[in-house]
C-alpha cells in the first residue's frame, strides 16, 4: 500500500480505509455490512475518482468515524488532529493499525443497553406439578423475534445479549428443595451472545463466549461455550447449549437442558428449557415473576440487554419475546 510517512496520500489509500480495503475498512463495520459485520449506522463514507483529490472534510470524516467505532468497542485509537482546510494533508499515524485494531474488536462494546424485561404469554407454571409418582417434564419455549434479518444482525454485531434465568423457590412438597436448589442454586444465569468474529466478546467489562454462564454453584454436565448466534444453521435446528443435573440423591437423574435454534429467515432466536423430572416427586406452584424478578414459581425468564447507544444510534429496533410454558407432559 502507498500509504506511509513519506509518501503523496492518493485517493486509493483514502478509498481504501474508507470502504475498499477487503480486510478492514469503516464502511463494513459502521455501514450495513454483511454477516458478522455492520452496525447499520446510516450514511457511509464516499469514495474518491481515481487521481481525484481527497478533501480535508473527507479525511475529518474517517478519521471521526474511526474514533467513534474505537470509543464502542473500547479500542485504543491513536489520538491525531483531523487536517483542515487550506493546510497540507500529512499522514495520519497509525491509521491502519487503529482500522485493524476496531475491525478485529467489533464484536466489544464498552458497555450495554438498558435491560428489556417485558415479554408476551407466561413465564411461570403457577400450579403443582406431579402426582402418583410419574415422571414428569415442563417446556417452556421462548421466541426472540427481531424486525429484520440485517436488524438482528446489527443487535448482535453490536453487542445485545440474551439472558435465561432459571428460578423456583416454592415449598410444601417433597420435590421443592431439590429443584429449588437446582434452579436457584446450581444453574446460574445463561447468556447468549453472537460470537461475532467467532471470538469471546467483552461487553461492558464482561467476556462473553457465545454461552456463557454466569453465577450458580453448579458445574454443568453440558456448556456449549463457543456456540452464539453466528454458530447457529439457519435451519430452525435446535443446538444443545446448556444441561444441569441435580446433586443429591436420590434426584440426580432430574436436570434442566436448554436448548436454541435460529430460524430459516434469519430473524428469530427460539430457545427451550426442559425441566425433566424422573424421580417422580410433586412439586409446588406459586407466584408468577415480575418483569425480570422471579415470583415462587417454577419459571424460565428471557430477557435480552440491546447494544448500547452511546456511541450508536439504534439500527436495530425492538425485539420482541414471546413465550410460552407446556402443561407438564407425564
Known amino acids: 500500500m502507498t500509504y506511509t510517512a513519506g509518501s503523496l496520500i492518493e485517493a486509493t489509500d483514502y478509498n481504501g ?46 478519521n471521526n468515524r474511526i474514533t467513534s467505532l474505537g470509543n464502542h468497542t473500547n479500542t485504543g485509537i491513536t489520538s491525531r488532529s483531523n487536517p483542515t482546510t487550506g493546510s497540507v ?19 466489544n462494546a464498552v458497555s450495554s443497553g438498558t435491560i428489556s424485561d417485558s415479554w408476551t404469554g407466561s413465564t411461570a407454571k403457577t400450579s403443582a406439578t406431579g402426582s402418583g409418582g410419574a415422571t414428569w417434564t415442563i417446556t417452556w419455549t421462548h421466541t426472540v423475534t427481531f ?18 434465568d432459571v428460578s423456583k423457590t416454592s415449598t410444601g412438597n417433597t420435590g421443592d428443595p ?19 468474529n467467532n471470538a469471546a466478546q467483552s461487553i ?16 454443568p454436565n453440558t456448556l456449549a461455550t463457543t456456540t452464539g448466534w453466528y454458530t447457529l444453521t439457519a435451519d430452525g435446528a435446535e443446538y444443545y447449549v446448556y444441561k444441569q443435573f441435580a446433586d443429591t440423591a436420590p434426584y440426580t437423574s432430574n436436570y434442566i437442558l436448554h436448548t436454541i435454534a435460529k430460524n430459516s429467515g ?36 428471557v ?8 456511541y450508536l444510534t439504534n439500527t436495530w429496533g425492538t425485539p420482541t419475546v414471546l ?7 407425564y
Open 17 to 62: 480505509f474508507a470502504a475498499t480495503n477487503s480486510g478492514a475498512n469503516v464502511n463494513d463495520i459502521w455501514g450495513t455490512g454483511s454477516g458478522d459485520k455492520g452496525y447499520g449506522q446510516g450514511t457511509t463514507l464516499g469514495t474518491v475518482s481515481t487521481g481525484g483529490t481527497v478533501s480535508a472534510s473527507s479525511w475529518a470524516d474517517l
Open 147 to 164: 424486525p429484520s434479518a440485517n436488524q438482528a444482525r446489527y443487535f448482535w454485531n453490536a453487542g445485545g445479549l440474551v439472558k435465561i
Open 266 to 301: 434469519a430473524t428469530t432466536l427460539t430457545i427451550r428449557t426442559y425441566w425433566v423430572n424422573s424421580e417422580g416427586d410433586t412439586i409446588t406452584g406459586g407466584t408468577a415473576p415480575s418483569g425480570a424478578t422471579p415470583g415462587t414459581a417454577p419459571c424460565t425468564i
Open 89 to 107: 494533508i500529512s499522514i495520519l499515524a497509525n491509521l491502519n493499525t487503529d482500522l485493524t485494531n476496531v475491525t478485529n474488536n467489533r464484536g
Open 323 to 329: 413465550s410460552a410454558v407446556s402443561a407438564p407432559v
Open 178 to 196: 431439590e429443584w429449588n436448589d437446582l434452579a436457584s442454586t446450581l444453574c446460574g444465569d445463561v447468556w447468549i451472545s453472537g460470537r461475532v
Open 303 to 310: 430477557t435480552y440487554y440491546p447494544p448500547s447507544t452511546t
Open 204 to 219: 461492558a467489562g464482561v467476556s462473553y463466549t457465545g454461552t456463557t454462564k454466569i453465577g450458580g454453584t453448579g458445574t
